[in-house]
């Protein structure tokens, strides 16, 4: 999305295949360069504003470590600490938060309110949830599937089966393996499947990916569509923007698609488990699988932080200024000096 002359990320359908790669392979290069002890200083003298509507784990702990790590600083802007659409309108916090930091991650209640953001900063805008989309868990999705890709096969050989309820990851990486051309089942209960879901406005633009990039799509409740899949994914049984159903409702509707060693046995020699997390161990996933060999989900939880440093380099970078001359700083620097000393203060 472009607003105001700058590229925010809210949606991965405003990137092409190879721009979502190169996020991907950025993000990839910016870890293998750290876990060797370096740590890239591209985040350096840059401070990043995260809006949390709702609580966080991983997007919080991981956006604050990526910009630690590369040299930048993270304010934590959570529930009732701004006065974003409260006395002060959406687009007033933009505008005032595009003078004081140079970055702005948004985790929010309803989409609107981060596209509304983004057409109101002057900053990038990163999108850190919705009840849309997930757009920082795909990249991070992506990282691990690069990372794991069955030996011989290339992304458009694989097929990754969504298991369970069709919530905003289920869309999100819908949208980010059919853009990358990969082949993707959900197999969830009728009336929980992304035609049922509040995300269902993704679907014109999963079918726009598999015309363009190859690749499939399907969404069934019968089991043998899980057959041949290389990766198996799930999440919890409810959305994290619904009042949570009790226990004896989400299994009598979902009983059937927890991911289990039986469906796992469905999948190709290798098939990877992978889970956004939290889980609700016993429910969505057993705990034979969760903490088995096969399981990525760990390996997942970690590359958040590997997709958080790709993208804030990739969307800072990507729109930087031109930097000051070797000149320029040093006469900048005489100028405060020569000030400070006029007035007795060195």
Not at 47 to 64: A, D, Y
Not at 249 to 276: A, P, T
Not at 282 to 297: F, I, M, P, R
Request: with cysteine; glycine share 8%.
């Amino acid at each position: 999305m472009y607003a105001n002359g700058i590229r925010h990320f809210i949606d991965t359908k405003d990137l092409t295949q190879e721009e979502v790669l190169d996020i991907v392979n950025l993000s990839l290069e910016i870890k293998k360069s750290i876990n060797a002890g370096y740590y890239p200083p591209l985040m350096k003298g840059k401070t990043l504003g995260m809006i949390f509507q709702q609580s966080s784990t991983r997007t919080r702990v991981s956006f604050e470590t990526a910009m630690e790590q590369l040299g930048g600083h993270a304010q934590y802007l959570g529930p009732g600490m701004i006065q974003l659409g409260g006395h002060e309108t959406i687009g007033d916090t933009g505008k005032v938060l595009s003078k004081l930091i140079d970055v702005v991650m948004a985790r929010v209640i309803e989409h609107n309110t981060v596209v509304e953001l983004a057409k109101s900063c002057t900053i990038p805008v990163l999108n850190g949830m919705s009840d849309y989309n997930h757009p920082t868990q795909e990249i991070g999705d992506m990282c691990t599937i690069v990372e794991n890709l069955p030996k011989g096969k290339k992304l458009s050989d694989c097929k990754i089966v969504f298991v369970g309820d069709a919530t905003q990851v289920c869309a999100s990486l819908a949208m980010i393996t059919t853009k990358c051309g990969m082949n993707f089942v959900h197999y969830g209960p009728k009336g929980h499947q992304l035609q049922d879901s509040p995300s269902a406005a993704c679907l014109p633009e999963i079918e726009k990916n598999v015309n363009e990039y190859g690749g499939s799509f399907l969404t069934s409740d019968n089991r043998e569509d899980v057959k041949g899949a290389d990766f198996i994914y799930t999440d919890v049984w409810y959305g994290l923007y619904e009042s949570e159903m009790p226990k004896e409702e989400r299994v009598k509707i979902f009983g059937d698609y927890q991911v289990n060693r039986d469906l796992m046995s469905l999948g190709n020699i290798g098939c990877k488990f992978m889970h956004c997390l939290p889980a609700t161990r016993g429910e969505d996933v057993t705990d034979e699988v969760a903490d088995s060999a096969s399981s990525l989900c760990w390996e997942e939880a970690g590359n958040r932080l590997t997709a958080m440093r790709g993208l804030l380099v990739y969307y800072t970078q990507y729109q930087r200024k031109a930097q000051p001359s070797e000149l320029q700083v040093a006469a900048a620097k005489e100028r405060l000096e020569n000030f400070m000393e006029s007035r007795n203060l060195i």
